[in-house]
């Protein structure tokens, strides 16, 4: 299982890295205006099948009905179950691919409110048209990681979400320097990745003798089964992804807010992403074995401790992010991005730092629900601060433009993990170890501390991290202060003693 785990962690963070750089490059090359917000806008409608419907929901009911089916009916069984599945699955895929692709107009004018003005709509749509095959490619690989990951093989489903990056950072680095429409060549090689990403995972059931012969879909007591415990995920996923839509569909109301946005988050996302996925993956099982066994005390302690150390480690990034964004945003500025655009940014990602500790600690708190077995409480929460976020998102917007967007989900973030701590304290199951309260209060003094300092470093290297004109030297001084603000940081967590140096180490390394 450690193996397991330290594969799959260690291509998700490659996959991020390289997500990155072609952020970095698309940023170059289509900078932070209308084209860009056409790129975004036609890559977000596949993305967003693939998170509400092929990952997490499904693979969330799915994975334990075919796991049990290997256990009772063995191999042969769970592969006729699988069959039928993705028999069901494609027509269901390939049908919301035909009406997307009918109606993709009056879709993207729906997700896009300021499209008709500078003659975005015209580019989105043929556009759209391409990458919402991406879909079906997409929500396959899903279904038959599913299967590789009852089986036990994680290493070719996590390097299949590597090859979407590595495809496009061989076309922005080899096709679109050259090309005269760097647009339409970035969204075919969206399907290109799709074929390739599926053919990874299908060869490797085919290496392993997974059955996948297709047969005739039939929605049998199964099948109806499986849907029923997707509900609530698909629910759950529709909402946070509306969050999502509903902030960039207002921002699109200015010209390039869309794109804008989208930089600062992939910027946002790197320590929410890595903090939180470890958090979330370490503490489930850990309090499901515990409260399997009865000790729900130590359940309860565990959770104060994963509490504690997403703090600890997402505390400083927040700091960071809210004290030099636009310096951090300068990790984008190159070709067509300009320093105008990443002035504006600066102020985005520094809106969405606000929400950051609420998006680590809802996955700290989550699990203390999925332990038990009840998934309706947080979804009904995620639905609250969904309807926060839509009464406050358009205000929000008219008062601060795209930043006004990321307000709102902040806000809205902070709603759901209040309720989600209520929620908790009411059921009993939160009560904080001794010196709970006091550790965060030095957290955040180490936080100041450090913001402080990244603050003098980020002016005494201004030359080097704004005004310079060459890339490398821009990173690379940005990485210089980066390094010493962390190293300052820890050195602020001894000093005040919120752990001892053996205590901190036993921690970090578990």
Known sequence: MIRSLFTVSGFTLLSRLLGFVRDVLIARYLGAGAMADVWVAAFRLPNLFRRIFGEGAFNAAFVPMYSRRIEEDGAEGADRFARRTISVMFVILMTLFVLCFIFMEPIVKLMNWGFEE??????????????????????????????????????????????????????????????????????????????????????????????????????????????????????????????????????????????????????????????????????????????????????????????????????????????????????????????????????????????????????????????????????????????????????????????????????AGWVNVTLLWAGLRRAGFMKLIPGFFSRIGRMLVASALMGVTVWFLAQFGKPWLIDDPRYLIRVLSLFVVVSISALAYFVFVLILRVYSLPELKGRLRR
Do not use: H
Request: positive net charge; charged residues 15%; aromatic residues 8%.
């Open 118 to 411: 500078g003659g975005r709509l015209d580019l989105a749509v043929p556009a759209s048209r391409i990458t919402i095959g991406y879909l079906v490619f997409i929500c396959l690989v899903a279904a038959l990681t599913g299967i590789l990951n009852s089986r036990r093989i994680f290493a070719a489903p996590a390097f299949a979400y590597v090859v979407l990056n590595i495809v496009f950072l061989v076309t922005l680095l080899f096709f679109v320097p050259g090309a005269e429409n760097p647009l339409t060549v970035l969204c075919w090689s969206v399907m290109v990745a799709g074929v390739l990403q599926l053919g990874v995972v299908a060869l490797a059931c085919f290496r392993r003798k997974v059955d996948l012969r297709p047969c005739v879909p039939k929605v049998d007591p199964e099948i109806k089964r499986l849907g029923s415990l997707m509900a609530p995920g698909l629910v759950s996923a529709g909402v946070q992804q509306l969050n999502l839509l509903i902030g960039q569909t207002v921002a699109s109301l200015a010209m390039g807010g869309i794109s804008i946005i989208y930089y600062a988050d992939r910027l946002n996302q790197l320590p929410l992403g890595l903090i939180g996925m470890a958090m979330g993956t370490v503490l489930l099982p850990e309090i499901t074995r515990r409260l399997g066994s009865g000790d729900s005390e130590g359940a309860n302690r565990s959770l104060c401790q994963g509490m504690e150390i997403a703090l600890l480690l997402c505390l400083p990034a927040t700091v960071a992010m809210i004290v030099v964004p636009r310096e951090l945003m300068q990790l984008f500025k190159s070709g067509e991005f300009t320093e105008e655009s990443a002035e504006i940014a600066g102020w985005v990602l520094a809106a969405f730092a606000i929400g950051t500790p609420t998006y680590v600690m809802t996955r700290v708190l989550q699990p203390a629900y999925f332990a038990r077995e009840d998934t309706k409480t947080p979804m009904r929460f995620t639905i609250a601060s969904a309807v926060t976020n839509i009464v406050l998102v358009y205000p929000m917007f008219r008062m601060f433009g795209p930043m006004g967007c990321a307000l709102a989900t902040s806000v």
